[in-house]
Nanobody, 121 residues
Framework: QVHVVESGGGLVQAGGSLRLSCVAS????????MAWFRQAPGKEREFVAT???????????AYADSVKGRFTISRDNAKNTVYLQMSSLKAEDTAVYYC???????????WGQGTQVTVSS
């Protein structure tokens, strides 16, 4: 069992910035593929960004088109933490942001409880 806990959400004005954090338990955090998703009221949960790390190939990241160039995902394996730096926020970024951890093999995925981000226009 992996416990995932998000933090850092809040209320911010349009154009502002916010950094979300996600801590996942376990001794092999560096092997987890970590991702951020979000869900706005009345909408489906959607992918935001993902980050993988390999001792051989280093860090790889991917982003949804809607956040590319504005959001940056990063990880600190020593702290079992993944971050989502959000800049140039828009009202349409308002959502509950969820973090998940996918273990090697891809069958075990653990979600956090989410953190609310509200962008006022």
């Amino acid at each position: 069992q992996v416990h995932v806990v998000e933090s850092g959400g809040g209320l911010v004005q349009a154009g502002g910035s916010l950094r979300l954090s996600c801590v996942a338990s376990g001794r092999t955090f560096s092997s987890y593929a970590m991702a951020w998703f979000r869900q706005a009221p009345g909408k489906e949960r959607e992918f935001v960004a993902t980050i993988n790390w390999s001792g051989w190939s280093g860090v790889s990241t991917a982003y949804a088109d809607s956040v590319k160039g504005r959001f940056t995902i990063s990880r600190d394996n020593a702290k079992n933490t993944v971050y989502l730096q959000m800049s140039s926020l828009k009202a349409e970024d308002t959502a509950v942001y969820y973090c998940n951890a996918k273990l090697p093999g891809g069958l075990d995925i653990y979600w956090g409880q989410g953190t609310q981000v509200t962008v006022s226009s």
